[in-house]
């Protein structure tokens, strides 16, 4: 067989198959013409294999055209396969828009968070304004304007973290309760939620919690007001007409009387038992001078509240640390909890 027919035959062929592919409108036909004109049964292989019945000059001669139209081809073939996949991802008639999305888990609030917000609320409806005070304080808003003296023991239950400058974080939000009386005007009532920190650690204890602070102060504000405001919302924050609430005599540099509240709690084995939940009582004399305020006409009440015992036991969670684990699994849990 000479050289020119087999080349004839190849253009031939060759002719075939570049049509068959351009007009391959979709990845299975380009597949077709694929196995068609370059698979091991095709045309242009068998022409292979007859390159063994020829002498090596014309073996020479017609095996490099044959390679040089096979590459062709085979470039060929493949600038169609990419053209056709991306015009696929980019303009598909199939594509149906009204599919569903596929389902992405979103994100929610910390249960934390979500107590704080819930317990706002009560308050706001209460007619408390909320304030915030900052995280990084000084010596003078967190002890010495709330009666704590430079000497005083209260100090060291604090275990504060300083900053070499002479600041600190907060370890209470009665901070806020200093700068609120001295920005602004009389009657005050507001409730100063957010981060306090102190170097403790353990399963009641973390470095970091939250409180919120309230704060009345007017004429005539007496300690049944107080107590009165108290019951109203943890009532209303658990929900409970009946709940057992306990005032129990405590100290505070920065009020005077002073309380502790406990609530009555079912505990892990089963009985009844109660937990501190917020420490209280009428602001000390000496704080309501410190922020200019004369305590022969105005009185007032202040409370602070541990945020993490309140979730723990609206969300019976018995171990404090895992609010801050970030383990998504108990994290999830929340999600939908409705506060
Ligand atoms: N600041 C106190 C603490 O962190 C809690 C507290 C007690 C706040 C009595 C008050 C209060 O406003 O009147 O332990």
């Known amino acids: 067989m000479s050289v020119e027919k087999l080349k004839s035959d190849l253009e031939k062929v060759l ?8 007009k391959s409108e979709n990845s299975e036909e380009i597949e077709k013409a694929r196995i068609l004109y370059l698979g091991k049964k095709s045309q242009i292989n068998s022409l292979m294999k007859s390159l063994s019945n020829l002498d090596s000059q014309q073996k020479a001669e017609f095996g490099k055209y044959l390679n040089e139209a096979k590459a062709k081809l085979t470039s060929f073939l493949e600038d169609k396969k990419l053209s056709i996949s991306s015009k696929v991802k980019t303009i598909n008639d199939n594509f149906d828009f009204s599919m569903p999305g596929r389902n992405s888990s979103i994100g929610s609030l910390h249960p934390i968070t979500k107590i704080m917000d819930y317990s706002i609320e009560i308050f706001e409806d209460l007619k408390f304004e909320c304030v915030e005070g900052p995280e990084i304080e000084d010596d ?28 600190l974080l907060r370890t209470h939000t009665s901070s806020v309760q200093i700068r609120a009386m001295r920005e602004k005007n009389l009657p005050i009532r507001v409730i100063a939620p957010g981060k306090v920190y102190r170097k403790d650690s353990d399963i009641t204890h973390t470095p970091m919690f939250h409180q919120i602070e309230g704060l009345y102060i007017d004429t005539n504000v007496s300690f049944s007001n107080l107590k009165s405001i108290i019951n109203t919302f943890l009532k209303k924050f658990f929900e409970n007409d009946d709940l057992k609430i306990r005032f129990r005599p405590s100290y ?10 406990d609530i009555e709690y079912i505990n892990s084995r089963g009985e009844k038992s109660w937990l501190e939940i917020l420490g209280c009582g009428m602001v000390h004399p000496n704080v309501l001078k410190m922020a200019k305020i004369d305590p022969s006409i105005h009185s007032g009440y202040a409370f602070g509240l541990g945020v993490e015992r309140l979730a723990m036991l609206k969300l019976e969670i018995s171990d404090l640390r895992l609010f801050y684990e970030n383990d998504l699994r108990f994290l999830e849990q929340f999600k939908r909890a409705k506060l």
């Open 15 to 22: 002719k075939k198959a570049f049509e068959s592919i351009q």
């Open 140 to 167: 003078f808003h967190n002890f010495t304007a709330l009666n704590i003296p430079e000497s005083h023991p209260a100090r060291a239950m604090h275990d504060t973290f300083y900053f070499e400058d002479g600041y």
């Open 252 to 261: 505070f540099p920065f009020t005077e009387p002073s309380a502790e509240v």
